[in-house]
């Protein structure tokens, strides 16, 4: 653990006022008795995150990222993590004697909550989205052993998609938007679109009755969520993403086993 008695981190992103992550890692120092650490939140956009992140003093231990800072977060960082170079984003900065390390823990928090709703390996995976958390989304499929379908509102967002695909070993097979609906038939649902964009879907046929991971948490639930739910879908928020990425970011940022109990609680707890 450190021996500088003042520690810092905070989530960066804009927006970034509607985040839950300060409330999460505050628990989790709390419960691991880490008194001398506290964790914010920045707004930040893009052009601003390089003299920011140069401006922190030596207090400053740790970073997340949310949108629309993944990618950027690459370009500022002195080292990255191979895994989120091949993803193409990073959602952590860790300030390392060199300067700051980029990882991106979305993917693997992501087959963490996956595993935890009971997905098993090998799945048929459709990914709603073409975005950051869609990088992850596929980094997940890789070590999941899925074949991917996407669907994506811009055609070209699949294509941009593709070599990331092809770096992580994933089957990415292309889908128009107009055919979302039929991402139902597939075992396992990703959506990772902006709030309002799946909406419709709600009415699709859940009787197959799928894992859903719908990366929203904010409003929650989603339509889609709540028809799937009805339907008799095992479901996974983006509160479970949330936990299970910020837990490795936890461990990243103080090198203390991460209290996931009371850090799980405080995302049961009203906002």
Known sequence: MPTDPTRRAAV???????????????????????????????????????????????????LSLTMPLKEEALRVAALVDPFAQAIGAANTLVRRPYGW?????????????????????????????GGGTARAAIAAAASLAADVTIYTRRPE???????????????????????????????????????????????????????????????WPTPLAAAAQAAGCAIVSGLDLLLWQAVDQFELFTGVKAPVGEMRAALSAPA
């Open 12 to 62: 960066l992103g804009r927006p970034v006022s509607h985040s839950r992550s300060p409330a999460l890692h505050n628990a989790g120092y709390a419960a691991a008795g880490l008194r001398h650490w506290t964790y914010t939140s920045i707004d930040c956009g893009e052009a601003e995150l390089r003299g920011l992140v140069d401006g922190l003093g030596q207090e400053w231990a740790g």
């Open 157 to 219: 967002a699949a294509e941009e998609l593709r070599p990331v695909a092809d770096a992580l070993d994933v089957a990415l097979d292309a889908a128009p938007w107009e055919k979302a609906h039929e991402c139902a038939a597939a075992p396992v649902v990703i959506s990772t679109v902006p709030k309002g964009a799946a909406d419709h879907l709600a009415v699709a046929d859940w009787s197959g009755r799928p894992v859903v991971f719908d990366a929203i948490y904010d409003p």
């Open 101 to 129: 390390h980029a990882y991106n823990t979305d993917a693997p928090g992501m087959v963490r909550a996956l595993l935890e709703a009971g997905v098993s390996r090998r799945p048929r995976l459709a990914l709603l989205g």
